[in-house]
């Protein structure tokens, strides 16, 4: 039986178990006192019943594939056992492709291994299957005993639940520093091949090396520089373009519009955060990058076909509702006391949102405005399709520039050996946009708890 008919199986084990448990605590409570409510009690045989089984199908999935592996390798002669790692590992690689496909094979040994590994699967899974239902049963048995109702199942139930939060805490942040980690070796791969200054503060960026060692091309530009300030430019575009619209927005939603306004135009602003970039993207290609170019003309600007300007106001809009939303929800969690306070002292309606609720609401307001920085620097669709992928040093908003995460993408496609200065570029830029973010988590960090300890 297979994994996915197991977990239904043990689903349904801990069903049974769970209500059958709870009903044999409600007719004991009428002839004694429990210790705790009959749906512990059901939790606790429920969790009896499915999660050692699920532990051991996860298990099972761990080890099965080396313990087949194990058992095709016993099964072959001492001959094949004997060549070279390289020629072994092909040759098992073959039984396995066969195995999965289903494929006839004619060698003797090769069927002599198939089998192997057909008999020692079945008898794990019958084994596996056999094991899920002593377990399963046997949290049915105990919820039918006299002993289930002198546990303290309250205590075990949350016990297993701490657990289970802990272990999830636990996931994310193993994943984070694997993560790190990951980013981090394969980074100190590339500084092996290019100096760390060299890239950090290199002008140039022209990641084009040769595909072989007997090929003739270039030994690559490195300097990252120019990603860094078009990833800023953009960046700086958007931010300029959403923090005072979304906050102003925010401000009249919350103090001046009337309910029924705010109930049509809140929805309709958020609207905005669930359009895919690629929409926007096309917007920006399509629409707001000609009109610029027009316009520029017009009154004697050279502006290039694809401009950071196009691609930061575009970029701008779409992060409006992280700082509206965010904005809005802080503004209304400031106490309606303060509001009363400050008017009630004679200030007006503005002097209160400007003097009360703004400094008070001020960490959540910084916190959506990095919310919206760290969207904007970790877009790549919309400076994909309007801003180009051309690596510029420049300041101009009117020229084409590039970000660091369009070229960890274009980094990462084509034919480029794993292993290159090209290819590990992408890592080096990925290590450093991540420093950057995180100097960037550290310094909003600082503004939300200096104003917090002010106000709370």
């Not at 008898?123 to 056999?130: A, E, G, H, R």
Request: contains cysteine; charged residues 10%; hydrophobic residues 55%.
């Amino acid at each position: 039986m297979n994994a996915s008919a197991l977990i239904f199986i043990i689903i349904g084990l801990s069903l049974i178990s769970y209500f059958s448990g709870r009903h044999r605590a409600s007719v004991s409570a009428k002839s004694q006192t429990l210790i705790a409510l009959p749906k512990h009690y059901g939790y606790m045989t429920a969790i009896w019943s499915g999660l050692p089984a699920l532990l051991l199908i996860i298990l099972w999935a761990m080890f099965k594939p080396a313990y087949l592996h194990e058992q095709i390798i016993q099964s072959l002669p001492a001959s094949v056992i004997l060549q070279a790692q390289d020629q072994l590992d092909l040759y098992v690689n073959s039984i396995n492709l066969a195995i999965e496909n289903g494929e006839p094979v004619e060698d003797p040994i090769m069927q002599k291994a198939m089998e192997s590994y057909q008999v020692a699967d079945s008898n794990s899974k019958w084994i596996l299957t056999t094991l899920v239902f002593v377990i399963g049963l046997s949290g049915i048995i105990f919820s039918l005993t006299g002993a289930l109702t002198k546990v303290q199942a309250r205590v075990k139930v949350e016990k297993v639940i701490r657990i289970f939060l802990m272990l999830c805490s636990a996931v994310a942040i193993v994943t984070t520093i694997g993560i790190v980690l990951s980013v981090l070796f394969e980074a100190l791969r590339f500084f092996e091949a290019v100096s760390f200054f060299d890239f950090v503060f290199g002008t140039t960026w022209s990641p084009q090396t040769a595909i072989r060692v007997d090929q003739v091309g270039s030994s690559g530009s490195f300097g990252a520089i120019p990603l860094f300030v078009g990833t800023i430019l953009i960046s700086l575009i958007a931010l300029i373009i959403a923090v005072p619209i979304g906050l102003l927005s925010a401000i009249y939603l919350s103090e001046y519009a009337s309910a029924k306004f705010r109930a049509i135009a809140k929805p309709a602003l958020e609207v905005l955060a669930g359009i895919p970039t690629v929409v926007y993207g096309f917007f920006a290609a399509l629409t707001v990058a000609p009109f610029i170019r027009d316009v520029g003309q017009s009154i004697g600007l050279t502006v290039a076909s694809e401009s950071a300007l196009a691609a930061g106001i575009v970029m701008g809009v779409m992060i409006i509702p992280f700082v509206s939303s965010l904005s809005d929800d802080v503004i209304n969690a400031v106490p309606q006391a303060m509001r009363d306070g400050s008017l009630g002292l004679g200030a007006t309606q503005s002097e209160t949102i400007k003097q009360v609720i703004i400094p008070a609401a001020l960490p959540g307001i910084v916190g959506g405005v990095l919310l919206a920085a760290s969207r904007a620097i970790g877009e790549t669709m919309i400076v994909v399709m309007a801003a180009g992928l051309s690596a510029k040093l420049t300041a101009n908003p009117l020229e084409a520039v590039t970000t660091v995460t369009v070229q960890i993408v274009t980094l990462l496609t084509g034919d480029q050996e794993f292993d290159s200065p090209k290819t590990l570029a992408a890592f080096a830029l990925g290590l450093m946009l991540f420093v950057t973010t995180l100097v960037l988590n550290v310094f909003a960090l600082h503004i939300v708890r200096k104003y917090r300890e002010q106000y709370e």
